[in-house]
């Protein structure tokens, strides 16, 4: 009736988290990527970003309908229409328990802000490191 739970492998534990190309990234360093593949990352470090940033409006925007539910169920309620007031409070608590579970798995699904700059910006670095060091090439070569 109940399973044993099974005790997490140790090669698949390493395969997962070799399978994280921005966790490899940040381990190793940009400098041990060649170019294409640095700006594949960069493309979809920004890609994550974007759509962090997008999830974190939508989950802001029910947040504050949520207070704005409140804010209707009291004036309701002064008002003397209690049906809406006891609608406003039934929207304003799924509003803000949809705000929640948003902002959990906002925070399981993906690394934090600071994180996804900080590798954007190491790929930044070394791309524009890169492409220093070739017009420098470059130029010594017009000698």
């Not at 890609?47 to 939508?58: D, G, M, S, T």
Request: charged letters at 25%.
């Amino acid at each position: 009736m109940f399973r044993k739970k099974k005790a997490p492998d140790i090669f698949e534990r390493l395969e997962s988290e070799a399978s994280d190309e921005l966790c490899l990234l940040n381990d190793l360093g940009a400098k041990h990527y060649d170019s294409d593949y640095l700006m594949e990352l960069h493309s979809k470090v920004c890609e994550k970003l974007n759509l962090q940033q997008r999830f974190q409006r939508i989950a802001l925007s029910v947040g504050a309908a949520g207070a704005g539910w409140v804010l209707l169920g009291i004036v309701a309620h002064l008002l003397g229409f209690f049906v809406l007031a006891i609608a406003a409070c039934g929207l304003s608590s799924v509003s803000f328990i949809g705000f929640l579970v948003m902002f959990v798995f906002s925070n399981r699904h993906f690394k934090t802000k600071g994180q996804l700059d900080l590798t954007r910006n190491d790929i930044e670095a070394e791309l524009r490191n890169r492409r220093d060091k070739q017009r420098k090439f470059l130029d010594l070569e017009d000698w």
